[in-house]
């Protein structure tokens, strides 16, 4: 199994930047992706952002150019850089890890508001 942990998320005002860190522990070395997705409220849970153990990124349409998923393999963490952040960015953020090519694991979530 993998567990994840996530950090860094709060309050920002529209145009800021915030860092969302997720550590994974557990069966590591199963994993073969990891992504943050998003929820808002009265909304589905969308993808924002995707990293494959191969190193390949993809992101949703609305964060492209502005967020930025990156990994550090030495501390087991995948971090989310968002900046120019709007207020339609305000939701709980969820990180995600797909291992064994079956299975998934969800962080317990972090709050991001934006305000006006």
């Known amino acids: 199994q993998v567990q994840l942990v996530e950090s860094g998320g709060g309050l920002v005002q529209a145009g800021g930047s915030l860092r969302l860190s997720c550590s994974a522990s557990g069966s590591i070395f199963s994993i073969n992706a990891m992504g943050w997705y998003r929820q808002a409220p009265g909304k589905q849970r969308e993808l924002v952002a995707r990293?494959?153990?191969?190193?390949?990124?993809n992101y949703a349409d609305s964060v492209a150019g502005r967020f930025t998923i990156s990994r550090d393999n030495a501390k087991n963490t995948v971090y989310l850089q968002m900046n120019s952040l709007k207020p339609e960015d305000t939701a709980v953020y969820y990180c995600n890890a797909y291992y064994n090519s079956v299975f998934e694991s969800w962080g317990q979530g972090t709050q991001v508001t934006v305000s006006s």
């Open positions: 990293i494959t153990s191969g190193g390949s990124t």
